[in-house]
């Protein structure tokens, strides 16, 4: 009777064969042989799953103990690599030999919100009714690229299955795999185009991101309409730890440090970085970023390959953050009409332009003698339903180019507390992407201070103090301009006084400067007789055709710091 041995285990105790074995397995999930004592134990399944690659390396390999150690591995190995090599070219694989698909670094293919992503192993683990696989895609957090781990978990299954039906597929199995890889490179050249600040349109579906849920608990929803991608912001203004992301070159840095250290085993490590480089330095919401920092290194095609198939963006319809799909956002078709159909008599029109082309293009860091006050443009529009007050800022905003974030103040509430974070966070967006705010109905906002309502004192307070801070472009819209508090225009810039001009259907153009320009309707049978001219920087752009400013009543003195003239004009027109 002939006795049959099996190996249970063997060691490796040659410091060559363990150099050699060390670059082999380099990367190989958690397996770390010191921790193992270099004991290995049937079904071997790093040597299976980097047997291809020890062929490779010992064709080149130079140092001794190779040769020896191969002639020893052949035979042991053979009948699992043949499994190996049996379950790839037919595709079937049982519940217990799913292991065999899911070497580390293998690409694989599975969905994400229903997309096909491409996707490296990074683990796999064995459980008793479920086989868990932790793989990685490129992903973009708004300051770094890097590397982003998802979960699949594949239930337990008997008999086979076909490779392609699992919810993790290798993407070697899957059909037509040379066309879909061409698909996806594609796709990730338009993903790595994306990174940063992007206002594009989009039709399809969202998946809508709520910062108080899990990513179980999203939900669809159709967005169509013009978006703005920027991860930079979502983080930012909802002061959200950066999702962590593995660096680029983490995994090749990581393998030369392994073998480097090989046949030193009494190197010590006090070179070795404390820090651990899966935690980027982005990873802090405490302290906010003055200047955006993003690092937009150029791509391989492997690593666009696995690029991610969504990218987050805010829907300036729903006023919603969400991930939007990459080929599905499309470049914006703007409307040039839209001005050219906005009517303003005696060139009024154009001045309104020229203020707002003169705040978009401005260079001056200072505007007041308190830092970051009093550098932005505001323009409140006044008059009865339908003369084109939203029109006109929906006109100005297309011909500039930038997004036109439209609240209200239904949106904004009425609650101080709860209007001073709502507002703040709409204006750091707005200044964030260079957009303009339109604030429908603002009326609520600006009336008249009362001394026996400290609610809607505090409420107005609160108001005007943000606005005296806010550095971009704002729209203002109301129906109730008479009953508007008379110390709101004194609080923003010293004005003087013209009479009023033009019927209760006329348009006119008052303007508040340096920041501040008023369009609206003027009804002089209401008791509406109030007129502004422009003082200071904005003296000088006002035309100087227009008929005389006349003085200020004794009611309303002119501030003594008023020192340019200026002059109003009638703007006529729906």
């Known amino acids: 009777m002939n006795d049959v041995w099996e190996t249970s285990a063997f060691t490796i ?184 600040y992007h206002f594009l349109h989009y039709d399809h579906t969202t998946i809508i991101v709520d910062k108080n849920k899990k990513k179980g608990e999203w939900r669809e929803g159709p967005v169509s309409g013009r978006v703005i991608i920027d991860a ?37 490590k006090e070179n070795e970085p404390e820090s651990d480089s899966f935690q980027p330095e982005a990873a802090v919401a405490s302290t906010p ?50 001005f050219e159909n906005l009517v303003l008599p005696g060139g009024e029109k ?43 800022a929906e006109a100005v905003a297309e011909k500039a180019r930038v997004p036109l974030y439209i609240t209200s103040a239904g949106m904004l509430g009425t609650n101080p507390a709860t209007v001073e974070a709502t507002l703040t966070h709409d204006l750091e967006l707005c200044h964030l992407w260079n957009a303009m705010l339109l604030l429908d109905e603002a009326d609520v906002f600006l009336g008249a201070r009362m001394d026996d309502s400290l609610a809607r004192n505090e409420l107005v307070s609160v108001f005007l103090t943000k606005l005296e801070y806010y550095q971009g472009i704002l729209f203002l819209t109301t129906n109730r301009f008479a009953r508007i508090d008379h110390r709101i225009p004194v609080a923003r810039r010293p004005l003087s006084a013209v009479p009023a001009l033009g019927s209760a259907r006329a348009c006119r153009s008052v303007a508040q400067f340096p920041d501040a320009l008023l369009l609206g309707a003027c009804c002089p049978d209401r008791g509406d007789q109030r007129r502004y001219r422009p003082v200071g920087r904005a003296a000088a752009q006002w035309p100087r055709d227009q008929e005389p400013a006349q003085e200020r009543p004794a009611a309303c003195p002119t501030p003594r710091h008023a020192r340019h003239g200026g002059k109003a004009t009638d703007v006529g027109g729906e």
């Open 289 to 338: 970023v003055a200047k955006r920092v993003e690092e937009l290194p150029d791509l391989t095609e492997d690593q666009l390959l696995m690029a991610s198939p969504w990218v987050i963006g805010f829907d300036l319809k729903r006023k919603s953050w969400g991930l939007f799909l990459v080929d599905k956002l499309e470049e914006i078709k703007w409307n040039n009409q839209m």
């Open 232 to 268: 930079y912001a979502y983080y930012k203004s909802n002061n959200l730890v950066k999702s962590r992301l593995r660096a680029l070159d983490e995994a090749s840095s990581l393998a030369e440090t392994e073998a480097n250290q090989q046949c030193n085993p009494g190197k010590d």
């Open 350 to 392: 154009e001045l309104a332009w020229e203020f707002v082309e003169g705040k978009i293009k401005s260079n001056t860091d200072f505007d007041d003698f308190v830092p970051d006050k009093g550098r932005g443009l505001i323009i409140l529009m006044f008059g009865p339903p339908g003369v084109g007050k939203t029109y006109t």
């Open 13 to 196: 105790n040659c410091c060559h064969m363990r150099a050699f074995l060390s670059q082999a397995l380099a990367n190989y999930q958690d397996f770390d042989p010191d921790l193992h004592k270099w004991t290995f134990e049937p079904p071997y399944k790093p040597l299976v799953h980097r047997w291809h690659r020890l062929k490779e390396l010992h064709a080149t390999w130079e140092g001794p103990g190779a040769d020896d150690l191969m002639t020893f591995l052949e035979p042991l190995l053979a009948s699992s690599v043949s499994a190996l090599d049996s379950t790839r070219e037919t595709g079937m694989v049982e519940f217990t030999a799913l292991w065999q698909l899911f070497p580390p670094e293998e690409v694989v293919v599975a969905k994400m919100w229903g997309e096909p992503v491409a996707a490296r192993v990074l683990k796999y683990e064995e459980k008793y009714e479920a086989f868990k696989v932790v793989i990685e895609h490129l992903d973009w957090n708004g300051e770094r690229t890097g590397w982003n781990e998802i979960e699949y978990i594949i239930p337990i299954f008997s008999g086979h299955a076909r490779a392609s039906s699992l919810r993790v597929c290798p993407i070697s199995l899957v059909p037509d795999s040379d066309a879909l890889r061409e698909r996806l490179v594609a796709r990730g050249r338009r993903w790595a185009e994306l990174r940063g």
